[in-house]
């Protein structure tokens, strides 16, 4: 099936630093993609909207120029965080729709844990 | 306004007995989607069932099945003979074909009870 890989699993680093994040679909091409925030037990919050060849589109409230999303090829979708701080600490996640067909459900990449010190 | 209600952020139910997650939401456009997630401690999100705006028939994967009720604007998952894997927490979500986003609700904490 569908399958979505993001990468790294895991970041910890030092508060100031720039993290990214990179979401990719394995088997197939994915002209849309989005990022979302997860507190701990809470929902996903949808951050932006990842569309191949042109900007992104982000949600009200999410600060375009502390999460930038580059989405260069039909398989690849990246979220920096730059000059991180420790609230930007959460779990990120992204999805992608497989085939552009609407009644297909999002693949989910397995998530981001990103703890800044 | 919250297009995602699900009211219950608890349940506890015992093994093998059947399990309702209320999920109900808004929205004016005529061609939409709503889909049950899964989400375990692991924090994977796996995707349960899709109900589409124009089935006339209630999904049904497995165990799961999606008890849609379109005037009242209600999804509800059902899981059939819980089972103690199923503890995690569960996710009501919809998409509007206008912007293909897909919203989710705040979620169901299912603990299956031994």
């Known amino acids: 099936g569908a399958v979505v890989s993001q990468h790294p699993s895991r970041v910890i680093c030092k508060s100031g630093t720039s993290v990214k994040i990179e979401c990719r679909s394995l088997?197939?091409?994915?002209?849309?993609m989005f990022w979302y925030r997860q507190f701990p037990k809470k929902s996903l919050m949808l951050m932006a909207t990842s569309n191949e060849g042109s900007k992104a589109t982000y949600e009200q409230g999410v600060e375009k120029d502390k999460f930038l999303i580059n989405h260069a090829s039909l398989t690849l979708s990246t979220l920096t965080v730059t000059s991180a701080h420790p609230e930007d600490s959460s779990f990120y996640i992204c999805s992608a729709n497989a085939g552009g067909r609407r009644n297909q459900p999002q693949h989910f990449g397995d998530g981001t844990r990103l703890s800044i010190l | 306004a919250q297009k995602i209600t699900q009211t219950q952020p608890g349940m506890f139910v015992q093994e093998k007995e059947a399990v309702t997650l209320d999920c109900t939401y808004d929205?004016?456009?005529?061609?939409?989607?709503l889909f049950w997630y899964k989400q375990p401690s692991s924090g994977e999100m796996i995707f349960l069932i899709y109900?589409?705006?124009?089935?006339?028939q209630n999904a049904t994967e497995g165990r799961y099945s999606l008890n849609f009720q379109k005037a009242r604007k209600s999804a509800n998952l059902v899981i059939s003979a819980s089972q103690l894997g199923d503890s995690a927490m569960y996710f009501c979500?919809?998409?509007?074909?206008?912007?293909?986003?897909?919203?989710f609700g705040k979620g169901t904490r299912l603990h299956i009870l031994p």
């Open positions: 929205t004016s456009d005529q061609s939409y989607g």
């Open positions: 088997d197939f091409q994915a002209t849309t």
């Open positions: 109900q589409g705006s124009y089935d006339e």
């Open positions: 979500a919809m998409r509007e074909y206008r912007d293909d986003k897909i919203i």
